[in-house]
């Protein structure tokens, strides 16, 4: 009685929103493996995980058709902790409120595509698109570029234009209050803004985007720049990435003042498909300017097989041989314990993703 009830609901629910739209969709993801991680502490750590792949998420998305050519758009999207919580009392999910992975409604149609609300910086995307392991938490290149950009913006415009002959183009501008680097709410200054200029045609991808943030106030500021390049040869995808970070003091230390650090990093990536499956390599370097012997260099090794086009098993595997000022770490807040700086960090995780 209890499951007829419920189905019942249910088809009430989604009777009601394909009424309220053209089309609305259901969908998620559910990404769950064991890892294993070494800091070069006093020992090491294997745990359950998420996102060897893609973070865990449920969302919904919809479209309606407004004629001539223009359609309402939205996206709501939450990420889940697939693993479960934990089993002492507290925090059962990390990452802010409900739907902080993406909330925002747009329009869509001949002019491009316009969306308000909280959606991925240009940082982040080109990240996702052009790292062979998707900027995952194991072997992705996130491990070493300095994480000062976040990787959406909240209360943000953002416009991307259609393609013309392959180039786009795209803009992004955030407010303050909140999304900014800062959970201070002492002004409604401008949180950030991103550019992004693409060529997109058939084999060949390259991108050159360039995000600021600034502190709630508006004084302290992150820029980062980078260029991304790849070129799929069928039996093999090549890509490649160049960047620079500059955060200013005041992010770090809310007294000083000028550039604490400037970074520089690149990657090189590849994809090869095996069987039903990809094998995945890349190798990442980052350099400080600012601090001698800051520097790190990140090897990166996998294979994603897939079982159908919605299941796939993965191992990923990565290694990260810092400098002697340095201690980057594989999987970023791995609960591993920290060896000194000079350590070497390593990861690997077995997993299973499935998307519906």
Not at 14 to 28: H, M, N
Not at 298 to 323: C, E, F, H, P, V
Request: aromatic share 10%; hydrophobic share 35%.
């Amino acid at each position: 009685m209890k499951k007829t009830l419920m189905a019942a609901a249910l088809a009430g629910l989604f009777s009601g929103a394909a009424f309220a739209a053209d089309s609305v969709t259901l969908y998620g993801t559910m990404d769950l493996g064991i890892a294993h991680y070494d800091n070069g502490g006093s020992s090491t750590v294997t745990n359950m995980s998420q996102g060897g792949v893609s973070n865990s998420r449920i969302g919904l998305k919809g479209k309606e058709d407004l004629g001539g050519g223009l359609n309402a758009i939205f996206q709501l999207e939450t990420g889940i902790c697939a693993q479960g919580g934990p089993l002492t009392s507290g925090g059962y999910c990390s990452g802010g409120g409900f739907f902080q992975r993406q909330s925002w409604v747009g329009l869509q149609g001949g002019f491009g595509t316009l969306r308000l609300g909280r959606y991925y910086t240009y940082s982040d995307l080109d990240l996702y698109d052009f790292d062979p392991f998707t900027d995952n938490t194991v072997a992705g290149v996130g491990n070493l570029p300095e994480k000062w950009i976040p990787v959406r913006f909240s209360q943000s415009i953002t416009y991307d234009s259609p393609s013309f002959s392959g180039f786009d183009i795209g803009a992004q501008l955030a407010f303050g209050d909140g999304s900014g680097l800062t959970s201070s709410t002492a002004s409604k200054t401008i949180g950030g803004y991103g550019l992004r200029a693409r060529y997109l045609s058939g084999p060949v991808r390259v991108s050159l985007e360039t995000t600021r943030v600034n502190d709630i106030n508006g004084n302290a500021t992150v820029k980062d720049m980078r260029v991304s390049g790849a070129y799929n040869f069928g039996i093999l995808s090549l890509s490649a990435l160049y960047g620079q970070n500059s955060p200013d003091s005041a992010v770090i230390t809310p007294t000083a003042s000028g550039k604490i650090f400037k970074t520089k990093y690149f990657m090189v990536g590849a994809s090869v498909p095996v069987g039903p499956g990809n094998i995945l390599a890349s190798y990442t370097q980052i350099k400080n300017d600012t601090v001698a012997n800051a520097g790190a260099k990140q090897i990166g090794l996998g294979y994603w097989y897939n079982l159908s086009k919605r299941t796939m098993l993965y191992a990923n595997y990565s290694r990260i041989s810092n400098d002697a000022n340095a201690l980057y770490t594989v999987g970023i807040g791995n609960d591993a314990p920290m060896g000194p700086n000079g350590s070497t960090s390593s990861g690997l995780m077995f997993g299973m993703k499935h998307t519906f």
